[in-house]
């Protein structure tokens, strides 16, 4: 889990917190219609961008990546069930289980980059939702006085810590991903105009990371799979039409009928240059008795 996912998934958390207290303050200044749309809306961002985290750390596993979101949205649901009425809390509850579904499907359709981008905005409107208790509440008295000049400072600052949270959790994103880049530059340094793809296993962990990766046809594709798991896995591709290239090292402890084989000892990595011939869609998958059927499969794109 990279920093931003869990800047991401705590900051779900405090949103969830801190409209249940709101909630539970100013149930009274709101409308049944007025909590309802709050639920709605909270429920729904809060559980897709719920899923969209968990469907892109867990991508691969959309069965564990949608079970966290179910998650989420039954903690919205039971929040808000205690502070805003049986009502709200069933809107927030349907809500919050419809967007971890979608999220997660999302998540696990969708490139990881795409999946970020959609992760901030959606992120955004979670945050957003706060203000609906404020901007929603109605008010017995209506006060047009103006005590000074200095009104707007409140909104301005609210709105400029707003923006320096979300920046603070974008730059762990860039960190993340920058040192990632940087590895895979260094890479290409070595082999020349390599366009690296790196696969990794954790530990104990029958995921492909990603398991979903997009080449270019034509373009010379260094392959790598890093293996950080105390056994051994490997990656084979079938019927995939590609060229070798004259120092291409084909890593393999036996022999296989696949087009790619990539084999990886314990806490080892292994490493196969070629170049995809034909554009198309092919799976990929451990070998290894069993890996494949506990969800060891990815998917390579070739454009």
Not at 97 to 105: D, E, K, L, P, Y
Not at 125 to 133: M, N, Y
Not at 144 to 149: G, L, Q, T
């Amino acid at each position: 889990m990279s920093p931003f996912h869990l800047f991401t998934i705590l900051s779900l958390i405090g949103v969830i917190v801190i409209n249940t207290i709101l909630g539970y303050i100013g149930k009274k200044s709101l409308t049944k219609m007025s909590a309802m749309m709050i639920s709605m809306f909270s429920g729904m961002s809060i559980g897709i961008t719920a899923g969209l985290a968990a469907g892109s750390v867990y991508q691969g596993n959309l069965f564990v990546s949608t079970s966290l979101s179910l998650l989420i949205g039954l903690l919205i649901g039971i929040s808000f069930g205690i502070t805003m009425g049986v009502l709200s809390g069933i809107e927030a509850l349907m809500s919050g289980i419809m967007g971890g579904m979608m999220g997660a499907m999302l998540g696990e359709m969708i490139f990881l980059d795409q999946s970020v981008l959609m992760t901030k905005i959606f992120l955004t409107l979670s945050i957003s939702s706060i203000g609906l208790f404020f901007i929603l509440r109605k008010d017995e008295k209506v006060n047009i006085y103006i005590p000074n000049k200095k009104w707007f400072l409140r909104p301005i600052s609210f709105l400029c810590v707003f923006v320096l949270y979300l920046s603070f959790g974008s730059s762990l994103n860039y960190t993340y991903s920058g040192h990632h880049l940087s590895l895979q530059k260094d890479r290409n340094d070595s082999t020349g105009q390599v366009n690296t793809l790196s696969i990794s296993v954790k530990k104990q962990s029958f995921v492909y990371t990603p398991s979903t990766l997009k080449i270019k046809e034509g373009q010379q594709v260094s392959f790598v799979l890093v293996n950080s798991d105390d056994i051994e896995h490997d990656l084979q591709i079938e019927s995939i039409p590609i060229q070798y290239n004259s120092d291409s090292i084909h890593h393999s402890s036996h022999q296989s009928d696949a087009d790619i084989h990539l084999h990886a000892k314990a806490n080892s990595e292994s490493q196969i240059n070629f170049i995809p011939v034909a554009k198309g869609t092919y799976e990929f998958y451990c070998s290894v008795p069993g890996h494949k059927e506990n969800g060891m499969v990815g998917k390579l794109i070739v454009y």
